[in-house]
């Protein structure tokens, strides 16, 4: 409060004598009208209701004016639904109606590219023409054009020429709710009309006035004097810090009884991290700046079925739409397990896959891969607007979501903005794709937006602009994203009109802009309690200064600075342990090799990854990399050698031949395009060459191949070894010699044969081939000149001896409830799908 005790606004509305009640009521008095013929226009909707709250409270007796907005006065005076050509105020319509009016002008084919841009020009000048009347827009749209096209003389700028001229004829054409209120009709009703005056001048509010001459009374809502309340500053480190202080000033206002509590919005993003704080407190900000309609779930929704029934979708954006809905959830579970297995990243290439498969097994999966199929099919070909919306409808009853948009109140909005649930036959349109389809329907979201209803009680916390403050008591104000950014002094003046053509057209100066943005900072820090909040650096890092409003109260020496909000807390340290848990009760029946190196490296990631058989998702969308290239290279290898095995050749060329079979089949097998084979395209003729020299060496040494990929197999007491082997061949002397294939360095590879106990691969393979005798190697399959080369583990006979006691032992170990600890060493942690679970980062900060 001030020092008088009395809010600002409330000494705006009610102090005795000066009061705009008072005077609005001395007025009507003086002239002898009766109140109920007396309209007062206020400067935004939210006023209509204080207005007359202050009116009441005033206790001014019998009847009471009719507070009122121009809008809202033209609703009442009389219905009104554009027709023909008018302009709606409907991005949906007035898109269509743009793209209409364009291909008149010659332009039809830019018509969706530009439509976009003459309805943004037509609701520039909209407010201009309605405040003329009707019979004078023709008079007014030739001053409009002279004045416009002052500022387009070069041959450049042709086409944005055209574009004004389009939208000034349309919006001269256009009839207007409003203009019921521009009649004689309405002027004998209403006795005196009363002017709120706000920041700014309103074209069609003076117009009124105009036309009610002496009738009309302005009477300003702006006051230009009273004591400043106490304005505090706070600064934030980054945008995260902002919303954090901001939220804890709204609610330390709340908690000290200055509610309700004014929240301006200055940054859509700061806003809703704010108000999300708030609301995981319990205190839901009422917002009356709205919802952009794009940003909600049910937008989300609508917008992931127009992505997924592109030609070209992702596997990633069909999965996205299907998971939005509940009665296909098994399906899609099943689905998705499918898709990152496969690591099929295109749709349309994962169908065929799977319509290509015979295993009995898939026979689930090709009919619903079918029916997606079928209803992306609802949606894929061109077609007249009018065309499009019952497709959508159609789309969204077919997949389940129709009825639950309809229920929920941004998804009736969501349909209602796109007039889905309406008769689409009202909007007609040109032939648009499924991509241009798309585009309307994004412009048409971006555009609307939604209040959600308060739920009837007073809200504690409004979210509001800015300008809105004008009249309002709250208890106390907070504005974050004071910065030069978010708050200029001297807002930017919206479209792309000169000094000149705003002056000359009657659009709003940035002089004028500017006046309006400081008085509304005035009125704001006029309010009992005032926090501003702003921030030393946005997300990115750049340094932001505080805004040159902010400035100007510093250097006046007229701001405190305020004490951070939020409260300490006293947290008990909890140093994160290290965890040692049994895996006694989740005995494995089957090992491979690589689960026992699990064990070996990390007794925990065994423990999570094996026995709780926890798994990351993979990437569907990710870059196919190396290890794609490897995972390809050994299926054309093992193409290639079965082949030649049935067609032994040792002619270069034939066998060259096979290899390019082989290798058409793997990225047959693999899903993978022509664009995404491409990364290995380079290097494959190098990596061939350089194979099949070795393969000629190997088998002059006298090797011969045996299997490919076999499975294999091997009981050890109540375990089973199991594994798939890269290749098996024979040495002359009739003994296994198992190879292991790798893509990685040379150096990598000698690595692995150094210490033979350490390697759990080849020892491991060894157990699994029957033969007390075995030889084991690497086969490095290198790009580099050094080409293919075979790396053997000498002692792996010894190794796979040592391998099966240690693992003997160690299963003993875990079935007797051995703890298994993280043990959190070197590489192996790098790349660990468990580090989330076993905590690492947090053991060894509190280490
Ligand atoms: S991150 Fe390291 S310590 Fe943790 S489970 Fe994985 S390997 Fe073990």
């Known amino acids: 409060m001030t020092s008088s005790g009395i809010h600002p606004s409330l000494t705006l509305w009610r102090a005795p004598g000066t009061g705009v009640v008072a005077r609005i009521a001395e007025v009507l008095g003086a002239r002898g009208v009766h109140a109920a013929r007396a309209v007062v226009l206020v400067p935004y909707a939210q006023l209509m209701n204080v207005a007359r709250e202050m009116w009441a409270l005033d206790g001014q007796a019998g009847f009471v004016p009719r507070f009122e907005t121009t809008r809202n006065w033209a609703r009442s005076a009389g219905g009104f639904l554009p027709t023909g050509y008018d302009l709606a105020f409907d991005m949906a319509r007035d898109l269509v109606m743009a793209q209409s009016l364009l291909s008149q002008a010659g332009l039809g084919a830019e018509r969706l590219a530009l439509a976009g841009r003459v309805v943004e020009l037509a609701l520039q000048l909209a407010p201009l023409a309605a405040a003329e009347l009707p019979k004078e827009r023709d008079a007014w749209a030739r001053r409009a054009t002279r004045a416009a096209e002052a500022g387009y003389e070069s041959q450049w700028l042709d086409t944005e020429r055209a574009l004004v001229r389009i939208a000034i004829v349309w919006t ?27 920041f700014q001048a309103d074209p069609l509010t003076r117009k009124l006035a105009a036309l009610w001459g002496e009738h009309a009374l302005h009477l300003p809502l702006v006051a230009t004097q009273g004591p400043p309340g106490t304005a505090a500053i706070h600064e934030a480190a980054d945008p995260e810090d902002e919303a954090d202080q901001a939220a804890a000033c709204v609610l330390r206002h709340l908690a000290e009884g200055r509610a309700p509590v004014a929240l301006v919005a200055t940054d859509r993003a700061l806003t809703r991290r704010i108000s999300a704080q708030l609301a995981a ?11 952009k309609l794009s940003t909600t779930r049910a937008a989300a929704t ?45 749709w349309l290439t994962f169908c065929a896959h799977v319509a290509r498969s015979e295993r009995p097994q898939d026979a ?74 798309s585009a309307w329907v994004r412009d048409v979201l971006e555009a609307a937006s939604f209040v959600p ?271 798939r082997l890269d290749r098996i061949d024979r040495t002359p002397e009739g003994q296994a010699f198992v190879i292991d294939y790798k893509t990685e360095s040379a150096a990598t590879t000698r690595e692995r044969i150094k210490e033979p106990t350490e390697d759990t691969q080849l020892a491991f393979y060894a157990a699994l081939v029957a033969d007390d005798t075995v030889r084991a190697a690497y086969v490095n399959v290198g790009e580099k000149s050094s080409g293919t080369q075979t790396f053997e583990q000498t002692e792996v006979v010894d190794a796979r001896d040592a ?30 799908a468990a580090r989330g679970l076993c905590r690492k980062d947090f053991w060894e900060m509190s280490a």
């Open 453 to 723: 209803p308060t739920g009837g009680q007073a809200p504690r916390v409004v979210v509001l602009p800015l300008h809105q403050l004008l009249g309002r008591v709250f208890g106390s104000v907070v504005i974050p994203g004071c910065d030069d950014r978010r708050l200029p002094a001297s807002p930017e003046p919206p479209g792309n009109w000169s000094t000149a053509q705003r002056a000359e057209l009657g659009l709003p100066s940035r002089l004028s802009l500017e006046t309006a943005q400081r008085a509304a900072w005035a009125t704001a820090l006029r309010n009992p309690f005032c926090e501003l909040l702003w921030r030393r650096a946005d997300a990115t890092g750049e340094p932001v200064r505080p805004s040159p409003l902010v400035q100007a109260l510093q250097l006046d020496g007229a701001l405190a600075v305020g004490t951070d909000p939020r409260v300490a807390r006293e947290v008990p340290l909890r140093p994160t342990q290290r965890p040692l848990p049994s895996g006694a009760l989740l005995p494995l029946q089957s090992v491979s090799a690589t689960v026992y190196e699990d064990l070996r490296r990390c007794p925990y990631r065994f423990f999570a990854l094996r026995q709780l058989a926890l798994r990351s998702a993979d990437e569907l969308d990710a870059e196919v990399d190396k290890r794609d290239f490897g995972n390809w290279l050994h299926a054309v290898l093992g193409h290639f050698h079965e082949a030649l095995q049935a067609a032994p050749s040792g002619d270069p060329e034939a066998r060259f031949d096979l290899m390019a079979d082989a290798a058409r089949a793997a990225t047959r097998a693999f899903g993978l395009s022509q664009a995404e084979f491409l990364p290995f395209a380079a290097a494959w003729p190098a990596v061939r060459d350089g194979y099949l020299a070795w393969l000629a060496g190997h088998e002059a040494d006298g090797m011969a191949f045996e299997e490919a990929e076999p499975w294999k197999e091997q009981a050890l007491g109540a375990l089973r070894l199991v594994g």
């Open 281 to 291: 407190q319990g205190v839901a900000p009422h917002d009356e700046t709205g919802w």
């Open 364 to 437: 689930a999966l090709q009919s619903f891969c079918e029916a997606v199929e079928g209803r992306r099919a609802l949606l894929m070909k061109a077609r007249p607007l009018e065309e499009w919306l019952p497709a959508l409808r159609k789309l969204l009853q077919a997949d389940g979501r129709w009825d639950a948009l309809s229920a929920d109140l941004a998804g009736a909005n969501v349909l209602s903005a796109l007039w889905l649930d309406d008769d689409a036959a009202e909007i007609a349109g040109g032939r648009h794709t499924l991509a241009e389809f």
């Open 302 to 346: 609508l917008m992931s079925a127009l992505r997924a029934c592109a030609h070209d979708a992702s596997s990633d954006q069909v999965l996205d739409w299907l998971k939005g809905s509940d009665a296909e959830a098994v399906a899609v579970q099943f689905l998705e397990a499918r898709l990152r297995r496969d690591g099929q990243r295109d």
């Open 803 to 832: 391998l099966v006691a240690g693992l003997i032992d160690d299963f003993t170990r875990i079935a007797e409830g051995a703890a298994l600890p993280a043990l959190g060493e070197g590489m192996v942690c790098e790349h660990c």
């Open 172 to 198: 001269a054409t256009s009839s207007y709710a409003t203009d019921v209120l521009l009649t004689e009709a309405v002027r004998s009703q209403v006795d005196a009309l009363v002017v709120l005056d706000g």
